[in-house]
């Protein structure tokens, strides 16, 4: 273990003062909302910062019961006049009021993520003004959701008329990885009650408090009771019973692809309708043309920010030989300087693994890498002191039968590799299970040209990375993921279409 750099931390840095409000809020056991309710239980899920390893709250455990209680009232809703009827611009409505309160409340939730998950302060209030963009956009679709007119093709245009509804699942199923616990759920909720469906939210164990202030907001906008429901708890229980249930319509889901499979083995009981937003070992391909300033800094801004917790990590670097060694180089210069510290800090980039465990799993990985031969070029030490903090890593000179290139991470580490030509280039970037995101770093056109072709996956992004937008779809290829959650293509997920013939 090696101590923190909080010593050579320029002094001037100053730590986000925790709000009053957060302070309070965190000073109650959380309840959660069924129903519109605040609902308690006779367990508890204890919830701890991570940069300290404390315990900051208590939360009301949820159980199959409470499951089995909020699926019930989101039927309900779902079916009430209330919500079914609701007219579309009053939907809309209800939406932007929810932006506007969540906007009020910007800071006390980016904190809450920022203490729960260890996300850096201004990562977690950037990513909110992102899903604050999400909410807007999600306002807009009800009154834009409809269906279409068509003509038979094969029957009397003036006999056989037709038209094709767009109507809601129904009672959804959400749940949440804990990486980015509020984003995710405000753009997961947001498009699915835009199109008219009711949710149950299980968001992760390590990560239940913005998750629970969110729905708190959310009533407060005016939802009717049901319409929202939060049941944090166990996945193995809370989790496993609300995707078993026959009352759930689809399910949505965020998180590991192990995890992923056993709920796809849980929704065929039922047929549910599923959509999946996986794991990803996604390349970073940079040409030997390329700006090497601009790809460094991505590489390493990208790499290890929120200390590699994202599942668009640029985790496998494939580097042009001419520029390898250079670019390796300062590589780990940026990874030496790379700004890790308290997630209350603004100019923290990368705070700690979320727990001790996740943090256990990530040094097995750098020991593997080890073992099968791999250069550990820059870290690869867990950090002294509270917290379950994990130098950026950099580990070189790697093949693709080694467990480092093959396997997901989820921490501070990247892998570099050289490569000769454009072929190889593209073969082993699309030589892993996963297809979430790749990335180009080059200026000559036919080459991005046809690496956007030949790369498999569901988000290719040219100079540039993890570009999210709430107009744009997002989502995985292969064991990425099924379907796409962002965007318009979110409709594909939340609706269904009823086609209707009419004879005169
Ligand atoms: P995880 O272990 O798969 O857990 C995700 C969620 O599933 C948690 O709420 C978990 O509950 C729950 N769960 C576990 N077993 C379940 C079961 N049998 N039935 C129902 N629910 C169950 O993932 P994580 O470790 O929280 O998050 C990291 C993973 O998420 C990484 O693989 C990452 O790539 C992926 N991710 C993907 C995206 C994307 O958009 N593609 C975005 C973010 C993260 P517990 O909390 O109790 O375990
Ligand atoms: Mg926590």
């Avoid at 202030?213 to 009771?225: H, I, W």
Wanted: contains cysteine; hydrophobic residues 45%.
């Amino acid at each position: 273990m090696k101590g923190i750099a909080a010593a050579e931390r320029p002094a001037d840095q100053t730590t986000t003062e925790v709000l009053p409000a957060v302070v309070k809020w965190l000073g109650t056991r959380r309840p959660m909302l069924i129903d519109g309710k605040a609902v308690g239980s006779a367990r508890t899920l204890d919830v701890d910062d991570p940069a300290t390893g404390q315990q900051i709250a208590q939360v009301a455990l949820a159980e199959p019961s409470h499951v089995e209680t909020a699926v019930a009232a989101a039927r309900r809703a779902f079916e009430s006049r209330e919500w079914r009827w609701m007219p579309a611009t009053a939907r809309g409505r209800l939406l932007t009021d929810a932006a506007i309160l969540v906007e009020q409340h910007a800071e006390e939730l980016a904190q809450l993520d920022a203490l729960d998950a260890g996300l850096p302060i201004s990562l977690s209030r950037a990513l909110l003004a992102g899903s604050l963009g999400s909410m807007h956009y999600a306002a807009g679709i009800p009154a834009r959701l409809s269906g279409e007119s068509l003509a038979p093709a094969g029957q009397p245009g003036d006999q056989m008329h037709a038209q094709v509804i767009r109507e809601p699942m129904g009672v959804v199923a959400q749940v949440l990885p804990w990486n980015t616990p509020l984003s995710m759920a405000i753009e997961k909720v947001v498009l699915a009650l835009a199109t008219g469906n009711t949710v149950v939210l299980k968001p992760a164990e390590q990560t239940p408090l913005s998750t629970l202030r969110l729905a708190e907001l959310l009533q407060t906008a005016g939802f009717p009771p049901g319409v929202v429901n939060v049941v944090p708890g166990f996945g193995a229980e809370a989790g496993a019973t609300l995707v078993e249930h026959a009352g759930i319509d689809k399910i949505s889901f965020t998180g590991s692809t192990v995890t992923g499979k056993r709920i796809v083995v849980a929704a065929a009981t039922n047929l549910t309708r599923i959509s999946l937003e996986l794991g990803g070992k996604s390349p970073f391909i940079v040409c030997a043309d390329a700006d090497l300033d601009a790809a460094v800094a991505s590489a390493a801004a990208n790499g290890f920010l929120h200390a590699g917790q994202a599942c668009t990590e640029p985790a496998r670097m494939l580097v042009h030989r001419n520029v390898y060694d250079e670019f390796v180089a300062r590589l780990c210069d940026a990874a030496a300087s790379f700004p890790v510290g308290s997630p209350l800090d603004p100019a923290t980039e990368a705070g700690p693994l979320v727990s001790a465990l996740q943090r256990d799993r990530v040094m097995a990985h750098i020991d593997a890498a080890r073992e099968d031969g791999a250069t550990i070029a820059h870290g690869g030490e867990a950090v002294d002191g509270p917290g379950y903090y994990l130098e950026p890593t950099v580990i070189s000179d790697t093949s693709p039968d080694m467990r480092i290139e093959r396997e997901e991470v989820f921490g501070p580490v990247v892998t570099v590799a050289p490569f000769a030509t454009t072929d190889e280039a593209v073969q082993r970037a699309n030589d892993t299970s996963y297809g979430l995101a790749a990335s180009v770093w080059t200026n000559d056109l036919a080459i991005t040209q046809r690496m956007t072709r030949e790369l498999q996956a569901g988000n290719v992004w040219i100079n540039c990375y993890n570009m999210f937008d709430a107009a744009l779809p997002f989502g995985g290829y292969r064991q990425s993921g099924w379907g796409r959650e962002s965007g318009m293509a979110a409709l594909d997920l939340y609706t269904q279409t009823k086609t209707v013939v009419v004879s005169s």
